[in-house]
């Protein structure tokens, strides 16, 4: 049993990728359209700016946490879709604040957006740098709405990606769940890997001269046999039973 499970390879996780693209279109949106008459504390500015970053920070933070706890790596893919909906949030406001509204699904731009699909990801050795490449290359696809001069075409488009990773997000959820429920996470691992461990020393065991259970390794912690190995009862302390370990040292 291995206590440490994989990573999780964030760089090729399509939420992942479609986040950084929602991170770099919001910071265009935010350095195109905030002002010092719509946010004169740059608080607006600072509040989409992070929740988009957290998106992404938290999608890989998960990601690299799975390896030591299946728990923590839920709570922060959680953390990253609440972020993203609170992103979405200051745009559906912005929209409002102009007397627009977001749109509908099967108006010709939304559809238009939803029909973009993501390239599978051909990373070589270089990893980060092809992950960012391949970043870049993904968000050109959305070029016609994300460098758009018009902030209601942003903001629509934004939502809609917005949506889709959350939808992503919402999946991986599902999965990480389901692995948690039959794997268990990393306590549950350690617990299994010390039993595995104690059931490995007991095999051959002799048993208790005084109670007749069975017995298991011990060592010998202080006193003239410090550090000394022998065999001690599994009823202790009820039982102190205790043979000498054949070749102990």
């Known amino acids: 049993m291995s206590m440490f499970g994989g990573t999780g390879g964030y760089f090729r996780l399509d939420s992942w990728i479609l986040a950084n693209i ?3 279109g919001t910071q265009r949106f935010c350095r195109r359209f905030l002002n010092r008459t719509n946010d004169p504390c740059g608080r607006q500015y600072d509040q989409m700016t992070q929740a988009a970053r957290s998106g992404c920070a938290n999608i890989a933070e998960g990601s690299a946490r799975r390896a030591t706890s299946k728990e923590t790596e839920m709570r922060l893919t959680d953390v990253a879709r609440a972020s993203l909906a609170e992103l979405a949030g200051d745009y559906l406001n912005w929209l409002m604040q102009q007397e627009k509204t977001p749109w509908g699904k099967e108006t010709p731009g939304a559809r238009a957006v939803y ?3 993501l390239d599978a990801p051909a990373y070589g050795e270089d990893v980060v740098h092809d992950a960012c490449a391949h970043i870049l290359a ?3 696809k959305f070029a016609e709405w994300l460098d758009a001069d018009s902030d209601e075409t942003m903001a629509n488009a934004l939502l809609i990606l ?3 990773v959350i939808h992503m997000l919402n999946r991986q959820m599902e999965s990480q769940g389901e692995t948690f429920k039959e794997e268990g996470g990393f306590r549950e691992k350690l617990t299994g890997i010390r039993l595995e461990a ?6 051959g065991a002799p048993v208790c001269p005084e109670c007749g259970k069975p017995m298991a390794r011990r060592t010998a912690k202080s006193g003239k046999n410090a550090g000394r190995e022998f065999w001690g009862c599994t009823g202790y302390p ?3 039973g205790v043979r000498e370990m054949e070749g102990a040292k």
């Open 22 to 24: 929602v991170q770099l």
């Open 238 to 240: 009820e039982c102190k």
């Open 162 to 164: 917005i949506a889709r």
């Open 198 to 203: 104690r059931a490995q020393q007991q095999q």
């Open 138 to 140: 993904q968000k050109k």
């Open 115 to 117: 029909a973009v699909r």
